[in-house]
């Protein structure tokens, strides 16, 4: 009987989501934003879920960085807080672009096997 109900938490009930820690989501949110500052969006939108990919196809991602010199910017780290939508567990990142007014936030979700970029938005004051 322990057997059966150590399968059954095993297959149905534990949580799936790959473990992350608020250091390893603020290396991957920097990576992402250094590859997209460095001229690298190939290799930052590779980086990205599904779901984003779907929103924006490599070309689109493309037009949206050259319309947003902003994330050209250098960046410093503001926070990253885990938080819950519904039943999705993310993890945001918030940056200030140095010698600019405003912040970034790249958040991150579990997809799978590991967490990747979900989401890129930027507020200007």
Not at 20 to 47: H, M, N, P, V, Y
Request: glycine share 6%.
């Amino acid at each position: 009987l322990l057997l059966l109900c150590g399968a059954v938490w095993f297959f149905f009930v534990r949580d799936r989501t790959p473990r992350l820690k608020a250091d390893g989501a603020k290396q991957q949110a920097t990576a992402f934003l250094e590859q997209i500052r460095s001229g690298q969006i190939d290799e930052a939108w590779a980086a990205t879920s599904a779901d984003f990919k779907s929103m924006y196809g490599r070309d689109r991602f493309h037009q949206y960085v050259k319309a947003h010199p902003i994330l050209k910017a250098e960046m410093e780290f503001v926070n990253c807080q885990f938080v819950t939508e519904g039943e999705l567990r993310l993890a945001k990142c918030q940056f200030k672009p140095l010698g600019a007014t405003g912040q970034i936030e790249v958040v991150l979700h579990p997809e799978t096997d590991r967490w990747r970029i979900g989401r890129l938005s930027f507020e200007s004051r």
